[in-house]
């Protein structure tokens, strides 16, 4: 176990209760000690929630240590059964539940009993996976809990529709920009003539999973959140599924023209290249500013990409294949789908990072120094002590990656907002210059630490006044030459003469 203050996926229980409060009428019981309870003020701030977060604290602490906590939980349960009606209500153990041992599938039995609404305990192993993989692991739970449910009652719908149908699985609250790529997949699927039978689990009903069979196919926008449902309805059902990410000119273009296959195969007669080709020729402004002559300052640009596995694999090929970005390195800090990734970039990028250590990407973007990185807001504080732009384009996120103005990533309004983020991203012409002569950078003092935190260098104060005279586009490269140049000949302290003698040695 490592002790870390920065984490790229949380613990498993938020993954948990990001799908509970997603639902309509779900709320979260967490069997946690207190401090564990962020999620509440997380969400209702990050998503501008007018209503209070439906997860509720059952605090383990020391009288539950001394006598146990079944009482506790049953009684919480109950109580909230009484006081809010829910439909459902999810108990999701944590890491300290797991320690003391306790029997929480007996806790739910019992407060079944006494209970309107139905309870179901999050199966999860939390030593074992992380938010992202919690999250995919209980909608599949429940998902099958109401399936079942129906299908013992005798009201499952199994009868597709008349018209091709589509489910939408996987978007999320705390999601990275999933209530917008949301309403721009329903414009999307509207236009091909597609009706939506239900999108789960963000503003779903647990009663309406019942229907989920009717939809002729089902549509996993993003790659951690709804893979496990999709491929239960598929073995349940014999439902296909579309899980190409419509991100870019071209993946919007691959997944359109799947979603033709699949329902071309179930008997519909369509054909979408006409509409592909007027939304990439005349609605999307991506593929034509990709080719004007502002984007051809950007030919050749060095750039990392760095997120979770649905964000990092598309902005990579949308930097290299649409863009003409070279991607010196494209990362991500699911490991545990290492396999896909790799296959989905490595043709896009010199090399693929699988890391979680915050301080080892860092100190990856600053040994190739790119002119842009694309990754969460712990690189866009990278980037900040780097002195490099930086565009976020996957979570973990910050209040100001929750636009009120619509901002999709996905569909081909998604195409105009990201190629306006790549642009925009980047430093160019006389721009730096600019920032100099008119004051515009924050501060003119320089990072002379390493941007990890076992660096062994400093700077004296003539060191660090000769550095600051040097323009702002090249010092960055100055500083880690010049600091390259000291630790092959320990030297501790960079003093002014040892920026010299640098300068003269490796033509810093």
Known sequence: MKLAYWMYAGPAHIGTLRVASSFKNVHGIMHAPLGDDYFNVMRSMLERERNFTPVTASVVDRHVLARGS????????????????????????????????EDLENFVERASLS???????????????????????????????????ARKNGDLLEEKTVKPSVNIIGVSTLGFHNQHDCTELKRLMTDLGIEVNEVIPEGASVHNLKRLPQAWFNLIPYREIGHMSAHYLEEEFGMPFVDITPMGVVETARCIRKIQEVLNAQGADVNYEEYIENQTLHVSQ??????????????????????????????????????????????????YDEEWFRKEVSEYCDEVLINEDHGAIGDAIARVEPSAIFGTQMERHVGKRLNIPCGVIAAPIHIQDFPIGYKPFLGYEGTNQVADLVYNS??????????????????????????????????????????????????????RNTEKFARERNITEITAEVLYAAKEAVGA
């Open 115 to 149: 209970t309107q609404g139905d309870v179901l305990l999050a199966d999860v192993n939390h030593y074992r996976v992380n938010e992202l993989q919690a999250a995919d692991r209980t909608l599949d739970q429940i998902v099958q809990f109401y399936i079942q449910k």
């Open 70 to 101: 079944q009482e506790k939980v049953v009684d919480n349960i109950t109580r909230k059964d009484e006081e809010e009606n829910p439909d459902l209500i999810v108990l999701t153990p944590t890491c300290t539940s797991s320690i003391l041992q």
């Open 286 to 335: 991506a593929a034509w500013f990709s080719r004007s002559i502002d984007c051809q300052n950007l030919t050749g640009k060095k750039a990392v990409v760095y997120g979770d596995n649905t964000h990092a694999a598309a902005m990579t090929k949308i930097l290299a294949r649409e863009m003409g970005i070279h991607v010196v390195w494209a990362g991500t800090y699911c490991k």
């Open 426 to 479: 980047f430093t160019l012409g006389m721009e730096d210059h600019l920032l100099e002569i008119f004051g515009g950078h924050d501060t003119k003092e320089v990072i002379t630490k390493g941007i990890s935190a076992d660096s062994d260098l400093g700077w004296s104060a003539d060191g660090q006044a000769e550095l600051n005279k040097i323009p702002g586009f090249v010092r960055g490269k100055v500083k």
